[in-house]
Nanobody, 131 residues
């Protein structure tokens, strides 16, 4: 059973930076994709950034240019570097992973930011950005 564990959340002032980590407990697959989602009170879970086993990446409009997703396969860890944080970024951030192969990365549930089709989820880590 694959387990995901996020860390690195916290409180920061606007303009600051945080790096989230997601530790993966077991081998996912040779063709995985992974993603970061976030959810704030009263809002639906939204995709922030995604990456696949070939290091193709996708970013939401709000994350592009400020956030960077990366993966260290040797450490079984997914990262999200977040710079120029804004109070609108305040949310619980979730790590997600899917083991299935997709011939086209863009239709994978990670790249498409479709949370309903992603197999594995972490418990989330709170990020709070103050003005």
């Amino acid at each position: 059973q694959v387990q995901l564990a996020e860390s690195g959340g916290g409180s920061v002032q606007a303009g600051g930076s945080l790096r989230l980590s997601c530790s993966v407990s077991a081998y996912i697959s040779g063709s995985y994709c992974m993603a970061w989602f976030r959810q704030s009170p009263g809002k639906e879970r939204e995709g922030v950034a995604a990456i696949d086993y070939e290091l193709a990446t996708t970013y939401s409009y709000s994350a592009k240019g400020r956030f960077t997703i990366s993966v260290d396969n040797a450490k079984n860890t997914l990262y999200l570097q977040m710079n120029s944080l804004d109070p609108e970024d305040t949310a619980v951030y979730y790590c997600a992973a899917d083991p299935n192969y997709y011939t086209d990365y863009d239709v994978s549930p990670c790249a498409a930011f479709n949370p309903h089709q992603i197999a594995y989820w972490g418990q989330g880590t709170q990020v709070t950005v103050s003005p």
